[in-house]
């Protein structure tokens, strides 16, 4: 396994990897992921190691994958209860005796262990769009092993390349000529990452495929990251188009992603605090914004739609959608999280 540059790195956005450092790890993920259909074990690749992960949101798909996938590496995941912890702050936010400022917790568990994951996001910061990025990065600063970022407000790098592990199973290395249709939907509650979004076309924008985002005109992504992901299509072939309605993005796609996310512009820092109900209001405009029959039929024949889940039915997508064949890579993308997630691990922890 040549992981050589990647040992010891931290894993906070796929924008501090080179697309050969991501391929690298991708690679080594398709292996793992071979290995376990051929029931080979990989035991000896991290063994003894220790993952500690912090979740302050809930998670099924992150929690669940990590804990498997460093077991099966040979290591243990030790999941820290929050409520059992002292809130983690950064300096000018410690609470007495009931938090503990970040760089003391992220010198302790380096200390005793071989790598540290936190998903913090949303609610968790006040729906303040830079801090839970922030609050990660302070762990990094201080931590003595690799920390891989679970989620955060902006990234999710550990979803982007499940992602891009589930597209190249399904087309190969090259996107060339393969139009991927991204749209926000409708959801119930303002309360939806806008991440997933992020990291799935800057993922995608490495390998040449024509992405054709659809969204309302106030469901703008991350400026910075949209011209990120504008920047790699130049560079690597494909295109970046955006439309404002689902129908451009849907038809003749070979992949359908779609998924709310909040409003960007009435979360802080645009506005001096959420707006949840003005959101909720936003969204209603949009209610016929969602992934059902019709628009999957316009798609080609073997389109597949992705969702990085979990997702709310009758809003997000209907049932159907989700439930027949065209649900399938949804489900393998969920399933890649463990061998994505092995494969990243593999290369970054020493
Ligand atoms: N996609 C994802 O991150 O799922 P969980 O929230 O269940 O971890």
Redesign the pocket.
């Known amino acids: 396994m040549i992981t050589e540059g990647l040992k010891g790195r931290d894993f906070i956005t796929l924008r501090d990897f080179t697309k050969e450092e991501i391929d690298t790890m991708l690679d080594v993920a398709l292996q793992l992921k071979a290995d376990m259909t051929m029931r080979r074990r990989h035991d000896d690749i991290l063994p003894m190691r220790t993952l500690f992960m912090m979740f302050f949101?809930?998670?099924?798909?992150?929690?669940?994958?990590f804990e498997a996938g460093i077991f099966q590496l040979g290591g243990h995941g030790h999941f820290l209860q929050p409520d059992a912890t002292r809130l983690p702050t950064l300096e000018g936010e410690d609470q007495g005796y009931g938090s503990e400022r970040i760089s003391d917790v992220a010198r302790v568990l380096s200390s005793m262990g071989d790598c540290i994951a936190i998903?913090i996001l949303g609610d968790k910061v006040g729906w303040e769009y830079d801090k839970s990025l922030k609050i990660i990065q302070e762990f990094a600063k201080w931590s003595k092993v690799p920390v891989i970022n679970?989620?955060d407000n902006k990234y999710?790098p550990?979803?982007g390349m499940?992602d891009v592990m589930t597209l190249r199973e399904l087309f190969g290395r090259d996107l060339r000529g393969r139009k991927l249709g991204v749209t926000w939907t409708w959801g119930s509650s303002p309360k939806k990452p806008i991440a997933?979004h992020h990291d799935f076309m800057y993922a995608a924008s490495f390998y040449g495929a024509d992405i054709v985002f659809a969204r309302p005109p106030e469901m703008h992504i991350d400026p910075e990251i949209e011209a990120a992901i504008k920047e790699n299509v130049e560079l690597n072939g494909g295109s970046y188009s955006v439309v404002e309605n689902m129908e451009d993005a849907c038809e003749n796609a070979d992949i359908v992603y779609a998924k709310n996310y909040v409003c960007l512009d009435l979360l802080p820092p645009v506005t001096s605090k959420p707006e949840p109900d003005e959101m909720v209001k936003l969204f209603a405009k949009y209610k016929g914004w969602i992934a059902d029959e019709k628009r999957m039929l316009m798609a080609k024949p073997t389109v597949q739609y992705m969702h990085?889940?979990?997702c709310e039915r009758a809003a997000e997508v209907t049932d159907y959608v989700l439930d027949s064949k065209w649900g399938n890579a949804c489900f393998n993308e969920?399933e890649n999280?463990l061998h994505a997630q092995k494969g990243v691990m593999a290369c970054i922890i020493p």
């Open positions: 949101n809930p998670s099924l798909r992150t929690r669940n994958s998903r679970m989620e999710h550990c979803q499940a997933p990085c889940l979990p969920a999280r």
